[in-house]
């Protein structure tokens, strides 16, 4: 069965541009009602109602125990699954604060400068503003100020499955940039669609 | 003091903003949106929208918000696009949202207050409200603008004409903004709106307006907007 990715909707007319085509968008209120054996990966928007998204749980652990993928943007306020914890924000204060560093390579980021991550002409912090704690086991790809905290990070549960994980505005919402940026949305579903023929 | 029944969408920047102690000390109680239907609404003078909430989370209420508007219940909806759903008189245009005017000093974004003599800005200063706005309105006949872009509607007026209660609509997102650690104007702006709605003078939306002050030119304030 060849398998999707599903697009977490948080409202009606929510269709990232990035995605279109090539993911199953549904609202985030018909989760319980989907069988997920058909999806490979789920995307969580930066917009996402965390607190009815903590109320699955139970599915999106299964889900991950399965072998699938979760892409989760934003601050986590209300932790969906186990093993992750709540958003801290940066400590400090000007660029250097709210510069990203290259941690380690991924396919999602192949090609993508930390500095158009960094500045959207000229102006830093809309890439993250803080980070989601580093669940232990997990590997950190980008990471923020002088600490290079770990804002993007791939983690691989020792239950089965992975997570993505990006502290900030959602990754598809830099496909319009005309800097390298725009690579990571085409990369990720490239990343995942592979990872789920790798799995077949 | 007024009470405040704060709505919560769920996002993380609800959550943030409304955690924040400084807001959380305005808000009488918080109800995540799903719940409304359990609130008694007459039991609060304002009820808070923030922005960026499902509209379809808030569209089953509409009925229930109307009537306590008609009770004479404030409703401050911090969100304006998709609002026209629940809420009566709202008419609302996207714009393109212009999130780099201010890297150009001699821009002038076009923000003009047209109240100042209103009770809001006396907690909201006049730099507050100057930054990207996502859409602007229409106000129906009798409500009065408070802050409009030159030339493009309205960003904030305060409807006393529509219901027999008041509906504060603004297409500026300050919980947002604030909830994501973002913007200073934003957070003064959300701090300003809630210290006018739990401390300031609701009543009086139709306040006279001095024509020496009819129409403010406001200025940017410096470092005010997004980062770096």
Not at chain 1, 94 to 114: E, F
Not at chain 2, 38 to 55: G, H, M, S
Not at chain 2, 128 to 144: E, R
Request: hydrophobic fraction near 40%.
């Amino acid at each position: 069965m060849n398998k999707t990715c599903l697009f977490l909707r948080c409202q009606r007319d929510h269709n990232p541009g990035a995605l279109a085509g090539r993911v199953e968008a549904r609202h985030l209120s018909e989760l319980a009602g989907l069988d997920l054996h058909g999806y490979g990966a789920i995307l969580v928007s930066m917009l996402t109602d965390q607190i009815s998204l903590a109320e699955h749980s139970g599915q999106l652990e299964a889900f991950l125990d399965d072998g699938g993928t979760l892409v989760f943007n934003g601050h986590v306020a209300h932790p969906p699954i186990n093993g992750l914890g709540q958003f801290v924000p940066q400590q400090g204060r000007g660029i250097d604060s709210l510069t990203i560093h290259r941690l380690a390579d991924h396919p999602v980021y192949d090609g993508v400068a930390a500095q158009d991550l960094t500045f959207r002409r000229g102006v830093a912090g809309f890439y993250a503003r803080g980070h989601n704690p580093l669940p232990a086991g997990a590997q950190a790809l980008n990471g923020l100020g002088p600490d290079k905290v770990p804002v993007d990070w791939v983690w691989q549960r020792p239950g089965g499955g992975t997570v993505l994980m990006h502290c900030g505005l959602d990754l598809w919402a830099f496909a319009g940039d005309p800097t390298t940026a725009s690579r990571m949305a085409p990369q990720l579903l490239a990343w995942l669609y592979s990872d789920m023929q790798g799995n077949a | 003091m007024q009470t405040i029944l704060a709505v919560d969408g769920g996002t993380y920047f609800h959550h943030f903003a409304y955690t924040d102690p400084r807001v959380a000390g305005f808000i009488t109680k918080r109800v995540h949106v799903r719940d409304l239907g359990d609130a008694v609404l007459d039991d609060y003078d304002v009820v808070l929208l923030p922005c960026r909430i499902d509209p379809d989370a808030l569209t089953p209420h509409g009925e229930r918000l109307r009537a306590y508007l008609d009770g004479g219940g404030t409703v401050v909806s911090l969100n304006a696009l998709g609002a026209a759903e629940f809420l009566p008189g709202i008419e609302v245009f996207p714009t393109e949202v212009n999130f780099w005017w201010w890297l150009d000093p001699a821009i002038d974004p076009g923000i003009r207050i047209r109240r100042p003599a209103h009770p809001l800005f006396d907690h909201v200063g006049a730099g507050h409200v100057v930054w990207h706005y996502h859409g602007s309105l229409t106000p129906p006949p009798g409500a009065i603008s408070l802050v409009d872009v030159e030339g493009g509607g309205s960003l904030f007026y305060v409807d006393r004409a529509t219901t027999k209660g008041r509906l504060v609509v603004t297409t500026l997102d300050p919980v947002f903004h604030h909830g994501s650690n973002f913007m200073p104007n934003a957070t003064k702006l959300l701090y300003g709106i809630l210290d006018w709605l739990a401390n300031g003078d609701l009543g009086d939306a139709q306040a006279p307006t001095d024509p020496a002050y009819a129409f403010q030119v406001v200025a940017a304030v410096p470092g005010g907007c997004c980062a770096g």
